[in-house]
């Protein structure tokens, strides 16, 4: 599946988590849910349209809020 992924690192968990509550504000205001992995100092986003199985205008959309 093509699809846009991020991976960030992070001095600590509090960070982590700013971030993980950051892309959940976005994905609620954009109603588009990228799958979320984390853990202590690491956050990866992938992001594609699950039901298009494709990256798709939303997508990229999301991808550009989260830079």
Same mark, same amino acid.
Do not use: W
């Given at each position: ?5 991020? *991976?960030?690192?992070?001095? @600590?968990?509090?960070? &982590?988590? *700013? $971030?993980?509550?950051?892309?959940? /504000?976005?994905?609620? *205001? #954009? @109603? +588009? +849910?990228?799958?979320? $992995?984390?853990?202590?100092? &690491? ?6 349209? +699950? ?6 205008? /939303? ?5 550009? /809020? #989260?830079?």
């Amino acid at each position: 599946v093509f699809q846009i992924k991020t *991976k960030r690192k992070f001095d @600590d968990y509090k960070q &982590t988590m *700013k $971030f993980v509550n950051g892309v959940a /504000k976005v994905s609620e *205001k #954009l @109603d +588009h +849910h990228p799958d979320v $992995f984390f853990n202590y100092d &690491t956050v990866t986003v992938e992001i594609y349209s +699950h039901s298009h199985n494709a990256v798709t205008s /939303k997508d990229i959309e999301f991808a550009k /809020k #989260l830079s």
